[in-house]
């Protein structure tokens, strides 16, 4: 059975970082690319950042870019987000979820960590 845990979410002040991290098990991790998702309280799920199989292209939302880093680890088998200049709009469930690549739908999903972001 594929699955994918995200942890390292938490309540962070405006202008802080965390760093989230999701751990793959049951699947073959370096065919697939990786994805970060994002749900805010009210508004529909967003993709924020996407890695290749190998972290040869990374995908950032405008949202996110220049303050956070997608990154894989393929001999741990574990993606990860580092986010920088948190600000309280970032607050959201934060879900890693798996595809054959970074455009198409995600075949996996994890259930997600929550980041609250506080002024």
């Known amino acids: 059975q594929v699955q994918l845990v995200e942890s390292g979410g938490g309540l962070v002040q405006v202008g802080g970082s965390l760093r989230l991290s999701c751990a793959a098990t049951g699947l073959t991790f370096n065919m697939y690319a990786m994805t970060w998702v994002r749900q805010a309280p009210g508004k529909e799920r967003d993709v924020i950042a996407a890695?290749?199989?190998?972290?040869?292209?990374?995908y950032y939302d405008a949202s996110v870019e220049g303050r956070f880093t997608i990154s894989r680890d393929n001999e741990k088998n574990t993606l990860y987000l580092q986010m920088n200049s948190l600000k309280p709009e970032d607050t959201a469930l934060y879900y890693c979820?798996?595809?054959?690549?970074?455009?198409?739908?995600?075949?996996?999903w994890g259930q997600g960590t929550q980041v609250t972001v506080s002024s």
């Open positions: 890695i290749s199989w190998n972290g040869g292209a990374t």
């Open positions: 979820a798996a595809g054959k690549t970074m455009t198409t739908g995600m075949d996996y």
